[in-house]
Every structure is written in structure tokens, then in C-alpha cells.
T-cell receptor, first 114, second 115 residues
Framework: DGGITQSPKYLFRKEGQNVTLSCEQN?????MYWYRQDPGQGLRLIYY???????QKGDIAEGYSVSREKKESFPLTVTSAQKNPTAFYLC?????????????FGPGTRLTVT | GNSVTQMEGPVTLSEEAFLTINCTYT??????LFWYVQYPGEGLQLLLK?????DKGSNKGFEATYRKETTSFHLEKGSVQVSDSAVYFC??????????????FGQGTTLQVKP
């Protein structure tokens, strides 16, 4: 079955630690995205990548970093510089960029930092 | 900039009732419009989409029509079921001239259907 996997589903970290969230897709999609979801709010774009070895900042990139070394993988690191990291993180992919292409989402990782 | 506004929830309905969730948008150009559904603890699933004015997207009994004159994309279903209980997000493509594929989401509307 093709799809997007995110692991782990729940993640707990102490304040001051960096943490990396995994996102893998086997849909052969070129574009990948990371969103953050907070209670009662819509999704906000953190980073996106249109092609391997290239990525761009989204609306709320401060305190986050990404890499895109392989087409199928787009890990997100939440650094200690992120002031309010506790949230639900969603990874998505799209066959191509452009306004007509829908995005497909993974199941999400809920990060709790104490 | 581009934005999406959804009706506030939660929306509580009895089974078999008619559903409308309002969505209006502000955008330059001609964006595509989407409805996504999120079940508790899960990611988002695409429900339907429309890519140009007057297009109607439909799936699983849900429908929405791209109305450019009223800048709206309201979600409707004739008879809801308990299994439709979820959070519904309206979204628009926000490409402008940058071709990023970025989506702009509304804040989500929680639907609760009671037996």
C-alpha cells in the first residue's frame, strides 16, 4: 500500500533537547511539506521541499530544520530554539507543486516537551 | 494575503440531518479549493476538491461548489451519519506566482453527529 508514514506517533522530550520527527513516503511524490497544528487552529506551514536536496522555509520556520537527501524522506528537527514546540506535526506530500495538486497527509506525530 | 474563513464550531446534528459548513476565502488569482477531514488522532484526508469556478467537488455524499461570485466553497451533505463526526478543514492553494503547492487552511469546524 502506498502512503506516508510518520514515526513515532507520540514523542516526549525535555526542554532544551533537539528532536527529529520522521516522515517517509512511497508514493513517488516530488514535493513534501511539514505543517504544525495547534488546538482549535488550522495548519501552518513550517518547511517544504519541491525536489531532492532543496527546501524552503514556510510561514513558521524559526526553531526548525529539515533535510531532503532522498526523494522518499523529509525529516524535521525541532530544535531547542523553538519556543513553543508542543504541538501535533503533520507531514504531507504531493505529486508536484502547483495549485491543482492535492496533498496527502501522514498520520501525524504528537510532540510534548516539558 | 490569501485567507480562508470557516464557520465556527462545534456543529452538533442528529443523524440523518442536513449539513452545511460555510467556507469563504480571499484570494488573488484563481486558486484551487479543497475540503479535508480529520478523524480524532489522525492526519488529514482529502474529501473533495474543485479547481475552477463553478466546479462541483463530490465524494462520499459530500458536495461543495466553487462560487467565485461569492468567494465561497460551502460543504454540504444531505444526511449525516455518526461516522461523519470529525473536524473539517477548508483550504485553498496559495501559489500566486511562486508555484510552491502551499495550502492555506481555515481553522477547522468540528462536527458531532448524535444517534
Amino acid at each position: 500500500d502506498g502512503g506516508i508514514t510518520q514515526s513515532p506517533k507520540y514523542l516526549f522530550r525535555k526542554e532544551g533537547q533537539n528532536v527529529t520527527l520522521s516522515c517517509e513516503q512511497n508514493l513517488n511524490h516530488d514535493a513534501m511539506y511539514w505543517y504544525r497544528q495547534d488546538p482549535g487552529q488550522g495548519l501552518r506551514l513550517i518547511y517544504y521541499s519541491q525536489i531532492v536536496n532543496d527546501f524552503q522555509k514556510g510561514d513558521i520556520a524559526e526553531g526548525y530544520s529539515v533535510s531532503r537527501e532522498k526523494k522518499e524522506s523529509f525529516p524535521l528537527t525541532v530544535t531547542s530554539a523553538q519556543k513553543n514546540p508542543t504541538a501535533f506535526y503533520l507531514c504531507a506530500s504531493s505529486i508536484a507543486t502547483g495549485k491543482s495538486y492535492e496533498q496527502y497527509f501522514g498520520p501525524g506525530t504528537r510532540l510534548t516537551v516539558t | 494575503g490569501n485567507s480562508v474563513t470557516q464557520m465556527e464550531g462545534p456543529v452538533t446534528l442528529s443523524e440523518e440531518a442536513f449539513l452545511t459548513i460555510n467556507c469563504t476565502y480571499t484570494a488573488t488569482g484563481y486558486p484551487s479549493l479543497f475540503w479535508y477531514v480529520q478523524y480524532p488522532g489522525e492526519g488529514l484526508q482529502l474529501l473533495l476538491k474543485a479547481t475552477k469556478a463553478d466546479d462541483k467537488g463530490s465524494n462520499k455524499g459530500f458536495e461543495a461548489t466553487y462560487r467565485k461570485e461569492t468567494t465561497s466553497f460551502h460543504l454540504e451533505k444531505g444526511s449525516v451519519q455518526v461516522s461523519d463526526s470529525a473536524v473539517y478543514f477548508c483550504a485553498l492553494s496559495d501559489d500566486g506566482s511562486s508555484n510552491t503547492g502551499k495550502l492555506i487552511f481555515g481553522q477547522g469546524t468540528t462536527l458531532q453527529v448524535k444517534p
